[in-house]
């Protein structure tokens, strides 16, 4: 069974930091990549960060880039989002997620990507 689970959210003051985690298991064997989606209230899930299969490979979303890091750790399948100097349109549900395609997250397919955690909720208070 396929399980993405997230961690690390919670409440903070715009310009502080956060580490987001998600531990990986059950994934069918093959190279995957992986991201991070969020979704605002009353908006559409959209596309944050993404890192290839081998972690030589990064993308962002413009309005993160800069600010935000993802990376992945293989030895205890785990995926990261360090977000930096957090601003109130940064407050969303966070959403871990892979897939097999990388070009899936750089045009934003949505509906396209296989695999996804529950999210959890980063609230950033002015």
């Known amino acids: 069974q396929v399980q993405l689970i997230e961690s690390g959210g919670g409440t903070v003051q715009v310009g502080d930091s956060l580490r987001l985690s998600c531990a990986v298991s059950g994934m069918p064997s093959g190279s995957y990549a992986m991201g991070w989606f969020r979704q605002a209230p009353g908006k559409q899930r959209e596309f944050v960060a993404v890192?290839?299969?081998?972690?030589?490979?990064?993308y962002y979303a413009d309005s993160v880039k800069g600010r935000f890091t993802i990376s992945r750790t293989y030895g205890d399948n785990m995926l990261y989002l360090q977000m930096n100097n957090l601003k109130p349109e940064d407050t969303a549900v966070y959403y871990c997620?892979?897939?097999?395609?990388?070009?899936?997250?750089?045009?934003?397919?949505?509906?396209?990507?296989?695999?996804w955690g529950r999210g959890t909720l980063v609230t950033v208070s002015s």
């Open positions: 997620s892979a897939d097999s395609a990388f070009v899936n997250y750089v045009q934003e397919r949505t509906d396209e990507i296989e695999f």
């Open positions: 890192v290839s299969w081998s972690g030589s490979s990064t």
